[in-house]
C-alpha cells in the first residue's frame, strides 16, 4: 500500500491558503491575479512531482502522469467563495498531488496512473461550475457570452486579462480515465455530531428555485386603515411562514430549504408595500419529493391569490439540477477502504451540496469522500477540519484509488 506523506500534505495545503489569505479564510475568486498565481504554483508543483501539467483555456490546472492508463482522474476546484473558508475545494486538489505522488513512489505502485487536477470557478464568480462544464463540452456558448462576476467583468475579459485566450481548452479524453474521486469537506455536521470519520458520498442533491412574487396596493402607511390594505409585505410574511409548515409535512430526514432573498417595494416606512418578491430554494436526493415541494410552493401561491387581497404567484427561478447519483462501484472501494483505516467510523452519506461531479458524472463514473468539518461551517472564514481528519482522509482516498486502479488493470 503507497503511504501519503502528512507533512508534504499539509505543507502544501498551508502554502496554497496564502493565495488570497485572509485571516483563517481566503479571497480566490476564478480567474482574479491571485487565483491566478495560485493556478502557476499548482501546476509547478505537479511538474516537481515529475507530472506533465499545463493550465487550459479556461484555468483548469491538469497534470498529467506519464504511466500510460487505466488512470484515474483526482481533484477538485481552487477558487473560493468571496469570503471563503481555505479548505473547500483546495482540500481535494492537494489530496490529487499527494495522492499521485505517493502512489509514483512506492515501487508497487509505481506503474499506476492518477492525474490530479484543479477546477476553475466551481463556485460561480462567472458562471458556476465552469471549468468540468468546460472539460466535459457542455459549456453552452450563450452562457460564457452572458456570464460576468459580480463587478460586471465578463468572463471573456477575464479570461483575456488572465492571459488564456489563446491556450487550447482540455477536453475529456475518450480512452484515459476510468473514474473521476473528489474528496471534500463535508460543509455540515452530520460526521463531526456521529463523531465519525469519513463520509461514502452516495448522492449530490437535486436542487430546485422558485421566484414567489406579491402584488398588492402600495399607499400611505399611516393614513390607510388596517381592513382595506393590500399589503404585500405581509404577504410575503405569511407565505413564508405556511410554506415551512407545508415543507415540514413533505420533509424527509436531509431535505433542506432556504428563503434566501426577500424585497419589499419601494421599501420606505412609511409606505405600504404595493409588491414583493422572495427567492425559495429546496433541496433533497429525491426527485420526486422536490417535484412534491414544487408543486406545494405552486399550490400555496395560487390558494394566497384565492384567498386575497394579494395577487401571489410562484415561478421557477433556476433550470432545476437533478439529484447526482455516485458510482456504486467506486463508491464500493472507497467504503472498503475506510472500513480498513478507520472501522466502523465511516457513513455513507449523500452531499447537500452541489460540486463539479454534477457535470461530470455523466461523462465518467465519479464518487466523493468527504472528512468532518468543525462546528459544520463552510462559505466562512471559520471553515476549518482537523489536521489528523485531513491526513486520515487522504490515506484512505489513497488507498481506494489504488485498490481501484489494481482492479482495472486485473480486468
Known sequence: MARINPDRLLADLDQLRT??????????????????????????RMRDAG???????????????????????IGSHSDTQPRGGWLDGAMGVIYGLEIARALAEEPATAHLAVDPVAWVD????????????????????DDEAAARNADGVTLREAIAAAGLTELPR?????DRYIGYLEAHIEQGPYLEEARLDIGVVTSIVGIRGCTVEFVGEQNHAGTTPMARRKDAGVALFDYAVKIRERFQALAGERTVWTIGRATLEPGAPSIIPGCARMLLQFRDASEALLDRMEAAAIALAEEATTAGPVRVSARRARTPVAPTIMDAGLQRHIADAAEKRVPGRWMRMPSAAGHDPMVIAPHLPCAMLFIPSINGISHDFAEDSKREDIVTGCQVLADAAESILRNASAA
Open 122 to 141: 466551481e463556485e460561480g464568480t462567472f458562471l458556476g461550475c465552469l471549468g468540468s462544464r468546460s472539460w466535459c463540452g457542455v459549456l453552452e456558448p
Open 19 to 44: 493565495f488570497g489569505a485572509c485571516g483563517n479564510g481566503v479571497m480566490r475568486p476564478s480567474l482574479s491575479p491571485v487565483d491566478m498565481q495560485a493556478r502557476h504554483w499548482l501546476a509547478q
Open 170 to 174: 482540455e477536453r475529456l479524453p475518450a
Open 51 to 73: 507530472l506533465e501539467a499545463r493550465i487550459d483555456g479556461v484555468g483548469n490546472v491538469i497534470g498529467r502522469c506519464v504511466r500510460p492508463g487505466p488512470a484515474l482522474l
